[in-house]
């Protein structure tokens, strides 16, 4: 009998199957083309364009790496684009879960107010001109703090921990407060660690949408030197004269190993490859910060 139950528990159902089969099916069309980007980017550009690639490169080499790593503003790119994502996620968890938990105080003068004022930034958007004339007003124009001061605190992050805060048994609070304990040590040193999820996920939404980030740059930043890896990209996918499809055409494309599109693949790699590396570390944390944040309106 124990057995048979034992069987009947583990047993595999066409049900199941069937979801596995969909679901691998649907995973394998989401990832294949970032597979298809990094076997090209491999691949020697010749026989690339002589054969169709589908599992493996055609003719293995690095190449284009080579050719693209030579490149001095590739490498500072991918520095400033880097340091944006870390400096703007680390200000953008502190500025906008010190602010949820303000939000979260009764005898904040204006709160609900303030709240709403927040909440309806979501919906408003002035567009790019006010955009371009206020950060130029306060001088982030050709700026590095332009990457990391404006996103200091955004709605939907403040929402999301204000609402995870509300959740916090107030038992925590009111013992430190009786100890003597002012706002911001409660915060620290309570609040603040007990947030680790909401603030995990908040940190993957930043530093996705930090890394991601083009059009400030590409508006108000000129100085080359803070140039972004993404507004490169974006440089060397629209123009097929650049100076680095020039470069290559006259040196590595003479032995017949790289190309124009083969470059652009290995810098969409290189682009999307740490965002990649970033989800796996974080997704423990993902689903219980948004589950967990969401509960109450």
């Given at each position: 009998?124990?057995?048979?139950?034992?069987?009947k528990?583990?047993?595999?159902?066409?049900?199941?199957?069937?979801?596995?089969?969909?679901?691998?099916?649907?995973?394998?069309?989401?990832?294949?083309?970032?597979?298809?980007?990094?076997?090209?980017?491999?691949?020697?550009?010749?026989?690339?364009?002589?054969?169709?690639?589908?599992?493996?490169?055609?003719?293995?080499?690095?190449?284009?790496?080579?050719?693209?790593?030579?490149k001095a503003?590739?490498?500072?790119?991918?520095?400033?684009?880097?340091?944006?994502?870390?400096?703007?996620?680390?200000?953008?968890?502190?500025?906008?879960?010190?602010?949820?938990y303000?939000?979260?105080k009764?005898?904040?003068?204006?709160?609900?107010?303030?709240y709403?004022?927040?909440?309806?930034?979501?919906?408003?958007?002035?567009?790019?001109?006010?955009?371009?004339?206020?950060?130029?007003?306060y001088?982030?124009?050709?700026?590095?703090?332009?990457?990391?001061?404006?996103?200091?605190?955004?709605?939907?992050?403040?929402?999301?921990?204000?609402?995870?805060?509300?959740?916090?048994?107030?038992?925590?609070?009111?013992?430190?407060?009786?100890?003597?304990?002012?706002?911001?040590?409660?915060?620290?040193?309570?609040?603040?660690?007990?947030?680790?999820?909401?603030?995990?996920?908040?940190?993957?939404?930043?530093?996705?949408?930090?890394?991601?980030?083009?059009?400030d740059?590409?508006?108000?930043?000129?100085?080359r030197?803070?140039?972004?890896?993404?507004?490169?990209?974006?440089?060397?996918?629209?123009?097929?004269?650049?100076?680095?499809?020039?470069?290559?055409?006259?040196?590595?494309?003479?032995?017949?190993?790289?190309?124009?599109?083969?470059?652009?693949?290995?810098?969409?790699?290189?682009?999307?490859?740490?965002?990649?590396?970033?989800?796996?570390?974080?997704?423990?944390?993902?689903?219980?910060?948004?589950?967990?944040?969401?509960?109450?309106?």
């Amino acid at each position: 009998m124990k057995g048979n139950k034992s069987y009947k528990r583990y047993r595999i159902r066409p049900f199941d199957v069937c979801n596995v089969l969909i679901l691998g099916a649907f995973a394998l069309l989401c990832m294949y083309p970032f597979y298809y980007l990094i076997i090209y980017s491999l691949s020697n550009s010749t026989q690339a364009a002589r054969q169709d690639i589908w599992l493996f490169p055609a003719g293995f080499t690095v190449e284009n790496y080579k050719v693209l790593f030579r490149k001095a503003d590739i490498l500072l790119a991918a520095f400033v684009s880097a340091s944006r994502a870390v400096s703007g996620t680390l200000i953008t968890i502190c500025c906008s879960s010190f602010f949820a938990y303000l939000l979260t105080k009764k005898e904040l003068i204006g709160r609900k107010i303030f709240y709403r004022m927040l909440v309806i930034t979501m919906y408003l958007n002035a567009g790019i001109i006010p955009y371009f004339i206020v950060m130029k007003a306060y001088g982030l124009k050709n700026n590095y703090l332009l990457y990391i001061l404006p996103s200091a605190v955004v709605a939907f992050y403040v929402i999301l921990i204000k609402t995870y805060i509300e959740g916090i048994p107030a038992e925590l609070e009111e013992a430190a407060r009786m100890d003597g304990a002012g706002y911001f040590t409660v915060f620290t040193k309570i609040i603040f660690p007990v947030c680790v999820p909401v603030l995990a996920t908040v940190a993957v939404f930043s530093a996705v949408n930090q890394w991601n980030s083009w059009q400030d740059n590409f508006y108000l930043v000129r100085d080359r030197n803070l140039k972004t890896l993404q507004l490169l990209l974006l440089e060397y996918l629209q123009s097929m004269d650049s100076t680095l499809i020039n470069d290559i055409n006259t040196a590595a494309a003479r032995a017949n190993r790289t190309s124009a599109l083969s470059m652009k693949a290995c810098i969409s790699v290189i682009t999307m490859i740490p965002i990649m590396l970033v989800y796996p570390f974080f997704q423990k944390f993902f689903v219980k910060g948004i589950l967990v944040g969401s509960v109450k309106g």
